[in-house]
């Protein structure tokens, strides 16, 4: 799928629980390839970068404002994961992988799509489609913002939606 020794990035994008993360873990299970792994908008739910952790603590992890040291990654060897999760727009990463391109560095671009899904914005960013059998929910999906107690909670809340593990 990912000829490793031509591609210095891979950005990948696509739903919540679509698997991305196992796509992940499964590319790199057994290799010590320096590897940087960059999501942004995740500081505060880093869940998928905290277990990525765990399996791989030799991997660099940024987070978003660490741009710079992501190209020095590259400049120096590594590849590079850039993780666009759902609520990213996939156009907010585009000018870091174009000019990444431009210095050089390969970059494929891979969606994880519902294979119910015919046509979305992931369809026309994506080199290549991973369709997953991920269902789509039957009704429309409502988010809204649940009131905080004190100010201490805050945060979009999903309904709808059933998480199982």
């Not at 560095?105 to 979305?120: D, G, K, Y």
């Amino acid at each position: 799928m990912i000829d490793w020794t031509k591609t210095a990035i891979v950005a990948i994008a696509g739903l919540a629980g679509s698997g991305k993360t196992q796509w992940l873990r499964q590319q790199f299970q057994g290799k010590t390839v320096p590897v940087t792994y960059f999501a942004p908008r995740t500081v505060d739910c880093a869940i998928d970068r905290h277990c990525l952790a765990l399996e791989f603590p030799h991997w660099q992890f940024l987070e978003e404002g660490q741009e710079i040291e992501l190209i020095r990654a590259v400049e120096q060897g590594a590849i590079a994961i850039l993780e666009l999760g759902f609520y990213v727009a996939l156009a907010s990463g585009e000018e870091l992988l174009k000019a990444l391109e431009e210095a050089g560095f390969p970059c494929q671009r891979l969606a994880f799509v519902s294979e119910q899904i015919a046509s979305s914005p992931w369809h026309d960013w994506a080199d290549q489609l991973i369709e997953v059998p991920l269902p789509l929910p039957t009704n429309e999906i409502q988010v809204w913002r649940s009131p905080s107690p004190r100010g201490r909670w805050s945060g979009q809340m999903v309904n709808d939606i059933k998480v199982e593990h």
